[in-house]
């Protein structure tokens, strides 16, 4: 993977009137990689995409898109970026045939066996009209046509969002299998993060539009830590704990997460005297919402109800 930096933001920023969408975003996204762009809905994610692509001014703040000033994108830089949104909106009375011939028109590196590639394995015919497809269909052909100008860089906006799980299997298959070279890279955002653990490389997570994380994701997977201690008596206080993100507690046992678990943040933990202390497994998805969620000493909702019937 080349240290050349396809993507690079400093102090990136953008105000919808008083409202601050995105706040001095730093971004290093290498040549060659999957980086995922993660965040709940309304923390900056779209509004970032656009800014790099020129569609939208920052209010303050600079990006670079292959090198080039994304408030002065040149058509040949165009041409080497792919772009596919939610939307997946196309001309509906256009064939497939007719779409790719309009889309070729503009992009010199038109290469026809990725668009025949992408459709034949949505098991698409170029006589058929888009309007007469099902959306997953559509995101077919947009992934096809999205494709087939061969860009160095891809730039997906949550393009998977409210496909069936098939259809959205197909979707990131194809766009993994066509664009995983030494020399190509993907930026995507997506609420799936089942998906974001099988093709990333690098994450970065915006919380209410805030960098909060940027590194592999091996490294953010790690960092986050459940640890599950069980106890014979009654639970004790928890005292502060290092990197605490959350801490749930039964009967007789206490789950805790925490951020940036060393030794010290164990060693807190062993300072409780627990009858056994034991390190869980923890996916990305569960890493992820530990970290975006709220802080602090939490009861399970089944159980405060059991309290009040």
Same mark, same amino acid.
């Given at each position: 993977?080349?240290?050349?930096?396809?993507?690079? %933001? *400093?102090?990136? %920023?953008?105000?919808?009137?008083?409202?601050?969408?995105?706040?001095?975003?730093?971004?290093?996204? /290498?040549?060659?990689?999957?980086?995922?762009?993660?965040? *709940?809905?309304?923390?900056?994610?779209?509004?970032?995409?656009?800014?790099?692509?020129?569609?939208?001014?920052?209010?303050?703040?600079?990006?670079?898109?292959?090198?080039?000033?994304?408030?002065?994108?040149?058509?040949?830089?165009?041409?080497?970026?792919?772009?596919? $949104?939610?939307?997946?909106?196309?001309?509906? &009375?256009?064939?497939?045939?007719?779409?790719?011939?309009?889309?070729?028109?503009?992009?010199?590196? &038109?290469?026809?066996?990725?668009?025949?590639?992408? +459709?034949?394995?949505?098991?698409?015919?170029?006589?058929?009209? +888009?309007?007469?497809?099902?959306?997953?269909?559509?995101?077919?052909?947009?992934?096809?046509?999205? !494709?087939?100008?061969?860009?160095?860089?891809?730039?997906?906006?949550? /393009?998977?969002?409210?496909?069936?799980?098939?259809?959205?299997?197909?979707?990131?298959?194809?766009?993994?299998?066509? $664009?995983?070279?030494?020399?190509? %890279?993907?930026?995507?955002?997506?609420?799936?993060?089942?998906?974001?653990?099988?093709?990333?490389?690098?994450?970065?997570?915006?919380?209410?539009? #805030?960098?909060?994380?940027?590194?592999?994701?091996? %490294?953010?997977?790690?960092?986050?830590?459940?640890?599950? !201690?069980?106890?014979?008596?009654?639970?004790?206080?928890?005292?502060?704990?290092?990197?605490?993100?959350?801490?749930?507690?039964? @009967?007789? @046992?206490?789950?805790?997460?925490?951020?940036?678990?060393?030794?010290? $943040?164990?060693?807190?933990?062993?300072?409780?005297?627990?009858?056994?202390?034991?390190?869980?497994?923890?996916?990305?998805?569960?890493?992820?919402?530990?970290?975006?969620?709220? *802080?602090?000493?939490?009861?399970?909702?089944?159980?405060?109800?059991? #309290?009040?019937?």
């Amino acid at each position: 993977m080349s240290e050349q930096r396809v993507i690079q %933001t *400093r102090g990136l %920023t953008r105000y919808f009137g008083q409202k601050c969408a995105v706040r001095d975003l730093n971004l290093d996204v /290498p040549r060659g990689c999957v980086f995922a762009f993660l965040g *709940r809905n309304g923390s900056g994610k779209t509004t970032t995409i656009r800014m790099l692509l020129g569609l939208l001014a920052p209010t303050r703040g600079t990006a670079t898109v292959l090198g080039c000033d994304s408030r002065a994108l040149t058509p040949e830089v165009r041409a080497r970026i792919g772009y596919l $949104t939610e939307e997946h909106q196309e001309y509906g &009375w256009m064939s497939l045939r007719e779409a790719a011939d309009f889309q070729s028109a503009f992009y010199p590196r &038109w290469n026809e066996k990725i668009f025949r590639g992408v +459709i034949d394995h949505f098991g698409l015919k170029t006589r058929e009209r +888009i309007k007469d497809l099902s959306r997953g269909q559509r995101a077919g052909v947009c992934l096809a046509l999205t !494709l087939a100008p061969d860009p160095e860089l891809l730039v997906l906006d949550d /393009p998977a969002l409210g496909l069936d799980p098939v259809a959205r299997r197909s979707l990131v298959e194809s766009m993994i299998y066509l $664009t995983r070279r030494s020399d190509r %890279t993907i930026f995507f955002s997506s609420h799936n993060l089942a998906d974001v653990e099988r093709v990333a490389d690098y994450i970065a997570v915006l919380d209410y539009s #805030v960098l909060r994380a940027c590194c592999p994701l091996e %490294t953010f997977r790690t960092s986050v830590q459940e640890v599950r !201690l069980r106890f014979s008596g009654a639970l004790p206080a928890l005292p502060k704990i290092p990197g605490l993100l959350q801490a749930f507690r039964t @009967e007789h @046992e206490l789950r805790v997460t925490c951020v940036h678990y060393d030794s010290t $943040t164990e060693q807190a933990l062993r300072n409780l005297s627990p009858e056994s202390m034991e390190k869980l497994p923890l996916g990305l998805e569960d890493a992820f919402i530990s970290y975006l969620g709220e *802080r602090g000493e939490k009861s399970f909702i089944l159980a405060d109800a059991e #309290v009040q019937s």
